[in-house]
């Protein structure tokens, strides 16, 4: 592919190096899917899937309260889990704001909560040192003025272009740009420093009815958002992949581990959920296992990348017990291993994985981790190569030393020798400090 090599604004590669230096460091954050289809808790598409008109939807406006929303239980959550930045939906598709905006009565404040749970989440996860982020949707199902397009719960059977117009002849998205920024404008000036601003999504078609860069006004409104606040990290669904400066990170949503090896090298974040659906979806059944997340975390730490895992919480402001159960797995996990995952990132070529592992690396204290996806009942581990590159090796979870020597039969590999006994970690990890 061609590089993109056009400008919007004029920072140079150093700058964007160090204002993208904490994101790339921290690693795992928490992405809150929380609004209105909370209630409905059967995906955060509800009003899309079953094709519910604004006036079907009123009922969970009605409905909303939140009771016993705890954003210091949250942020406390998230903090004991190793997470270091949060995401939060200020506005899904949906439209219904969480925030206080003068441009909408579509809110948080105008239901039972009656006020602003977009400041109480800032509040509560800065005071616990988490970076914050808001997720801003610039669908808008809601919106008088926003067109119907090819994905709008209302969009016509009959995919003629009279059919659209005939829709749309009352709605103007001029008018709906103005609308986002403005309320861009309010999330990223009266809340502080806003640390990450995850747009979603745009999805342009040849036919003009989709929706990408001219009809969000993406390059308009980037260069606002970047005015606004200078240091901000914001996500590529813009649809402004010609300019070099158009994204910060690539945005891999719910894909396997497998594709997460092809973005080595590039600046990244996938974002996946326990369940499969984003918001609360009160049926499902498919969660992910404890050892499925950690896979998660430690294969995008593996390639260079970031994730960001989804907690959908109830209508009434909880983590519901299964994501609390999947929270609390991963604080044991983290407790005693995040060191092969902050400021890490992949393994130089010269380190080969030793059998049913995933490496992970700190180029600034020159260690290895091997995180032992099946721990060997021999007692034994092979590290392929490692004569004269390592000088010493312990478990990372209690730092008891493990010894090793060189295999007799072939000098260039090491033999580590491992306790009969599987540290109680579903993935333990050994540290190897190298000798350059
Ligand atoms: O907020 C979460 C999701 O609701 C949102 N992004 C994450 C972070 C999202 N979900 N899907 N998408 C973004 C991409 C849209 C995919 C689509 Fe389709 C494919 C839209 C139309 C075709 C899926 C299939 C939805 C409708 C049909």
Not at 44 to 71: R, S, T
Not at 112 to 127: P, S, T
Not at 220 to 242: H, M, S
Not at 391 to 397: K, P, R, T
Request: net charge neutral; hydrophobic share 30%; with cysteine.
């Amino acid at each position: 592919p061609v590089l993109a090599q056009k400008m919007i604004g004029n920072e140079t590669d150093a700058q964007k190096e160090k204002r993208m230096e904490w994101w790339k460091d921290d690693r795992f954050g928490m992405f809150i899917h929380w609004g209105l289809y909370s209630g409905a808790a059967r995906h955060e598409w509800v009003k899309h899937n079953e094709k519910i008109d604004n006036a079907g939807y009123q009922k969970y406006f009605d409905q909303f309260n939140p009771d016993l929303f705890d954003p210091q239980k949250w942020a406390a959550q998230a903090k004991a889990a190793g997470m270091k930045y949060a995401v939060l939906t200020t506005k899904h598709h949906e439209g219904f704001c969480l925030f206080d905006s003068k441009y909408t009565d579509y809110k948080a404040p105008n239901t039972q909560a009656k006020r602003d749970l977009v400041r109480e989440y800032v509040n509560a996860f800065r005071a616990q040192g988490l970076k914050i982020g808001f997720y801003y949707s610039l669908l808008d199902w809601h919106h008088p003025d926003y067109t119907i397009d090819e994905i709008h719960p209302q969009s016509p059977k009959d995919k003629s272009d009279a059919s659209y117009a005939a829709l749309n002849k009352n709605r103007d998205m001029a008018k709906y740009r103005q609308y986002m920024r403005d309320q861009i404008t309010e999330l990223l000036t009266k809340y502080g420093k806003i640390d990450i601003l995850w747009l979603d999504f745009s999805f342009p078609r040849a036919d003009g009815h989709g929706k990408g860069k001219d009809e969000w006004g993406s390059v308009e409104l980037l260069k606002l958002i970047r005015k606004l606040q200078p240091g901000i990290i914001v996500d590529n669904r813009l649809n402004l992949e010609e300019y070099k400066d158009g994204a910060d990170f690539e945005t891999p949503e719910q894909v396997s581990t497998k594709e997460l090896l092809k973005y080595r090298g590039k600046t990244w974040e996938t974002c996946q959920t326990f369940s499969g659906s984003w918001g609360y979806y009160r049926d499902e059944n498919t969660w992910k296992t404890h050892r499925q997340l950690l896979d998660l975390l430690i294969t995008s730490t593996s390639n260079g990348g970031n994730l960001i895992l989804n907690v959908g919480p109830t209508a009434r402001g909880e983590f519901d017990y299964r994501a609390t159960r999947a929270l609390d797995s991963l604080s044991h996990w983290m407790h005693a291993n995040s060191t092969a995952i902050y400021n890490c990132t992949y393994a130089p070529d010269t380190y080969k994985a030793p059998d049913s592992s995933k490496l992970t690396y700190n180029q600034t204290t020159k260690r290895l981790y091997v995180h032992l996806y099946n721990y060997p009942n021999t007692g034994k581990l092979i590290l392929p190569g490692y004569n004269g590159k390592i000088s010493y090796a312990q478990f990372l979870n209690d730092h008891s030393e493990l010894l090793y020597k060189p295999s007799a039969s072939n000098t260039e590999d090491l033999v580590l020798t491992l306790p009969a006994k599987k540290p109680d970690y579903e993935i333990p990890v050994i540290e190897l400090t190298l000798t350059n």
